[in-house]
């Protein structure tokens, strides 16, 4: 699925990449057709996205509710996001190719080479029970928990932060959906810290240190993470 930009075609996920058939076991996922370097932004949340609330969520039809579990991702908002186009295919691997700068998008922490799959970090995704990982990383976790930001947040927003100087550097298609723009450019100029990736996470959205009234809380930095990973809040 594409849609068009200021005449350019484009889609939500990275334009260089396919859907393939993996396996009857994983199904299928999202494959580099061409070099996608490192820095590049791979998916941005858009418009078309669709957000399902709780309330909205429990009111679907149960086959409808199962495909909507099946194939979105829960945000640090307590909503699910329900991708429009092939990004809901999506794999998760332990070493994944894209993981988040705690903005609205992901980047590739490393080379993605014509023909690799395209994966991300499922812990990141606000997981609400464990599975049986099967991706087969050298140092495969075995089982992807809901808590695994609050052990691995300090290691992948380290690849993050490696990565996030080459935004500014490559090309990038997505960049017209980016949404945090001014906060990119203050990142990259050092302006600002790099928020960490705890920034999506519910359970530090939701502690009584991050709730206002009406206002934007203050984000977590990569300076920060450390601390809130060590030290969470019940």
Same mark, same amino acid.
């Given at each position: 699925?594409?849609?068009?930009?200021?005449?350019?075609l484009i889609?939500?996920?990275?334009p260089?990449?396919?859907l393939?058939?993996v396996?009857?076991a994983?199904?299928?996922?999202?494959?580099?057709t061409?070099?996608?370097?490192?820095?590049?932004?791979?998916w941005?949340?858009?418009p078309?996205d669709?957000?399902?609330?709780?309330p909205?969520l429990?009111a679907?039809?149960e086959l409808v509710?199962?495909?909507?579990?099946?194939?979105?991702y829960?945000? !640090?908002y307590?909503n699910?996001?329900?991708?429009w186009?092939? +990004?809901?295919f999506?794999?998760?691997s332990? /070493? $994944? =190719?894209?993981?988040?700068?705690g903005?609205?998008?992901e980047?590739?922490v490393r080379d993605i080479?014509?023909?690799?799959?395209?994966?991300?970090?499922?812990?990141a995704?606000n997981l609400?029970e464990p599975?049986?990982?099967?991706?087969?990383?050298?140092?495969?976790r !075995?089982?992807?928990?809901?808590?695994?930001?609050?052990r691995? +947040?300090?290691?992948?927003?380290m690849?993050? /932060? $490696? =990565?996030?100087p080459?935004?500014?550097r490559?090309?990038?298609?997505?960049?017209?959906?980016?949404r945090?723009?001014?906060?990119?450019?203050?990142?990259?100029a050092g302006?600002?810290?790099?928020?960490?990736?705890?920034?999506h996470i519910?359970?530090v959205?939701s502690t009584?240190?991050?709730?206002?009234k009406?206002?934007?809380r203050?984000?977590?930095?990569?300076?920060?993470?450390?601390?809130l =990973?060590?030290?969470?809040?019940?």
């Amino acid at each position: 699925m594409v849609y068009r930009i200021n005449a350019i075609l484009i889609t939500v996920i990275h334009p260089d990449s396919e859907l393939r058939f993996v396996s009857p076991a994983i199904g299928y996922g999202l494959f580099a057709t061409r070099l996608i370097p490192k820095g590049t932004i791979t998916w941005v949340v858009d418009p078309l996205d669709q957000i399902i609330s709780p309330p909205k969520l429990h009111a679907l039809p149960e086959l409808v509710k199962t495909s909507a579990f099946k194939y979105s991702y829960l945000n !640090g908002y307590g909503n699910r996001i329900l991708c429009w186009d092939h +990004a809901r295919f999506v794999n998760h691997s332990c /070493a $994944a =190719a894209c993981l988040s700068p705690g903005f609205d998008f992901e980047i590739a922490v490393r080379d993605i080479r014509a023909g690799d799959e395209i994966t991300d970090d499922y812990g990141a995704l606000n997981l609400e029970e464990p599975f049986t990982c099967f991706c087969d990383a050298p140092h495969c976790r !075995g089982q992807v928990l809901p808590d695994d930001p609050m052990r691995y +947040a300090g290691a992948w927003d380290m690849l993050v /932060a $490696a =990565a996030f100087p080459d935004v500014g550097r490559v090309e990038q298609p997505l960049w017209e959906l980016v949404r945090e723009k001014e906060e990119v450019h203050r990142a990259l100029a050092g302006q600002q810290q790099l928020p960490s990736i705890l920034r999506h996470i519910c359970s530090v959205k939701s502690t009584p240190a991050t709730r206002s009234k009406g206002r934007r809380r203050p984000l977590p930095t990569v300076a920060a993470r450390n601390q809130l =990973a060590t030290d969470p809040r019940p």
